[in-house]
């Protein structure tokens, strides 16, 4: 029988611990920490499920066959690669590495291994995105004009990546998602409030093809807690706001569009305000997580790519390559070094 390691297993691995427990039975899950407090405390509640402390005591054992690697962002390229590399299929935590190029090594050590590789954006397989890809791709928006993504609290400061690698990688992963392909370029600010050397506070704009503009704000100084994505298109605005569990996704059918006039004036434009209807479709109340774990095995199963892929953890990790740059250079426009388009054709999967 085969089992699944969870490789980290604190805040965010505690949740891997207990819906794998669920989908395959604790006692083929093994919680794998340096941390043995950490380990007592799964032990106590999930009984059966098994622990090491090291990767490499996991690694010896022969049913040792998936693992989930849910530590800080600085460690996840050496303990994917080390995963892959003996032959296991790895859902990854975002980001999947701080450089592009370790990045797209996972990518192509995954394809010559023949392993899974999915990487956890876990916004990608919330219903509220989901319903946002639909009705984007159906044109509910018209054509995009641009986009905004806030998300700001008081923390949870992580001591090894600045706000930049640990909440952008979200709202990027939603806008690459909703577009279909990467940003072209970036430009970034920032501020160092809190301490030294690593930002809390980044203001980003991204410049997608079609003409596409995106912002993103994230903060981790603001004691206004937002997580807010916004779509303004030409025939109306669509709105996801995590934080309202009544009506998460609000479609407001109101716009403004320009006419050039004829007669005396012409060449002059003509600006009409239309009002509509604000619609608020049903969500389905799901966990993201469990639908990211139950996505990863039916591609441990079938073999067939899960929907969210190392190339689109890729895709994510240099677009955050290249907004650190731009942090680093006072704002200089700085472009997106990674190849290759995601058809938005996928939104209404
Ligand atoms: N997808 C999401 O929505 C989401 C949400 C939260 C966190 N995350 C990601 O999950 C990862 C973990 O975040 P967290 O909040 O749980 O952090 P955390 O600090 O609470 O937990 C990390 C755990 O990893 C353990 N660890 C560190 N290095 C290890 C190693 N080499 N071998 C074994 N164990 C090791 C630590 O002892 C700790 O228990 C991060 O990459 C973060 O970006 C993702």
């Not at 699944?4 to 604190?10: D, K, N, Q, R, Y």
Request: charged share 25%; glycine share 8%; with cysteine.
């Amino acid at each position: 029988m085969s089992t699944l390691g969870v490789i980290g297993c604190g805040h965010w691995g505690g949740n891997y611990v207990r819906i794998f427990s669920a989908l395959l039975g604790a006692d083929r899950v093994v919680a794998v920490d340096s941390s043995a407090q950490a380990l007592a405390g799964l032990r106590r509640r999930y009984g059966a499920v098994g622990t090491a402390q090291r990767l490499e005591e996991f690694l010896e054992r022969s049913d040792a066959k998936m693992a989930v690697i849910a530590t800080p962002a600085a460690t996840h390229y050496e303990l994917t690669a080390a995963c892959l590399k003996r032959g296991l299929d790895v859902l990854a935590e975002k980001p999947l590495t701080l450089r592009t190029a370790e990045a797209r090594k996972l990518m192509e050590l995954a394809a010559a291994e023949s392993r899974v590789l999915l990487v956890g954006h876990t916004f990608l397989y919330n219903p509220a995105v989901r319903k946002l890809g639909q009705i984007v791709s159906r044109g509910m928006c018209g054509d995009i004009y641009y986009m905004k993504a806030t998300r700001t609290h008081l923390g949870l400061i992580r001591p090894d990546v600045n706000a930049v690698w640990d909440l952008a990688p979200h709202d990027v992963s939603i806008f690459n998602f909703l577009v279909g392909a990467p940003p072209v370029s970036v430009t970034a600010d920032g501020g160092c409030y809190l301490r030294s050397g690593k930002e809390d506070v980044a203001f980003i704009t991204l410049r997608y093809p079609r003409g596409i503009l995106a912002h993103i704000h994230v903060s981790w100084a603001d004691s206004n807690k937002e997580r807010l994505i916004e779509v303004v298109g030409s025939r109306a605005r669509a709105v996801f706001d995590d934080l309202n569990a009544m009506e998460r996704v609000k479609l407001y059918k109101k716009g403004i569009s320009a006419n050039v006039a004829g007669g005396d004036n012409f060449g002059e434009f003509l600006f009409a305000l239309r009002d509509g209807d604000i619609i608020s479709p049903k969500i389905a109340a799901r966990e993201p997580l469990a639908d990211v774990c139950k996505d990863f095995l039916r591609s441990v199963r079938t073999r067939k790519p899960p929907f969210v892929t190392a190339e689109d953890g890729m895709r994510v990790v240099a677009v955050l390559c290249a907004v650190e740059e731009s942090l680093k250079n006072g704002g200089r426009v700085t472009p997106v070094r990674s190849e290759g388009r995601r058809t938005p054709a996928r939104a209404g999967k």
